[in-house]
T-cell receptor, first 114, second 117 residues
């Protein structure tokens, strides 16, 4: 069965600092990996996705993630945090033929401080 | 504007009552999904439908029911059999990518928050 583990349920950074949100996956077949963002009392919005093309994936709002098969990781980064980045971030996994049945991680709440 | 509309946004229910959450999409997507979100647990799949008049159970279907009579509509009923229904419910939809392969990109509504009193 496939799964994702997000390390750290809460992450706090200063405005302008590097953002690093960790995601490790488990899948017996090549995975498709995703990062979604959720603002308070709203639905989720896709940030970026890895679907077996380039291992470094660039998304919206300056975020990017690198697929590392050897480490089974798909960490999300942004060079410089902005106050508007404060939200909850979810890593998710599926696989070819998985029918879009995404398995989500438990989420990481990002706080950005002045 | 295309999108997914969930209603109501907030709903209060007494124990023992069934409630139905509405989800409508005008994106012409063929697949629709219901997720339940609880603090610290991420999103868990309740039901999903790949095509009209067909749907499958997700990971936590007990106490819930759905129907898919129209492509654009996928209502969720939370029945009295659901032991702990207080949660945030999210509806999503998706289409197929190239060669009919699903790409994993889900489009979400803004959610419905159900509270049982």
């Amino acid at each position: 069965a496939q799964s994702v583990t997000q390390l750290g349920s809460h992450v706090s950074v200063s405005e302008g600092a590097l953002v690093l949100l960790r995601c490790n996956y488990s899948s017996s077949v090549p995975p498709y990996l995703f990062w979604y963002v959720q603002y308070p009392n709203q639905g989720l919005q896709l940030l970026l996705k890895y679907t077996s093309a380039a291992t470094l994936v660039k998304g919206i709002n300056g975020f990017e993630a690198e697929f590392k098969k050897s480490e089974t990781s798909f960490h999300l980064t942004k060079p410089s945090a902005h106050m508007s980045d404060a939200a909850e971030y979810f890593c998710a996994v599926t696989f070819t033929g998985g029918g879009n049945k995404l398995t989500f991680g438990t989420g990481t709440q990002l706080k950005v401080e002045l | 504007d295309g999108g997914i509309t969930q209603s109501p946004k907030y709903l209060f229910r007494k124990e023992g009552q069934n409630v139905t959450l509405s989800c409508e999409q005008n994106l012409n997507h063929d697949a629709m999904y219901w997720y339940r979100q609880d603090p610290g647990q991420g999103l868990r799949l309740i039901y999903y439908s790949q095509i009209v008049n067909d749907f499958q159970k997700g990971d936590i279907a007990e106490g819930y029911s759905v129907s898919r009579e129209k492509k654009e509509s996928f209502p969720l009923t939370v029945t009295s059999a659901q032991k702990n229904p207080t949660a945030f419910y999210l509806c999503a939809s998706s289409t197929k990518g190239l060669a009919g392969v699903r790409t994993g990109e889900l489009f979400f509504g803004e959610g419905s928050r159900l509270t049982v009193l």
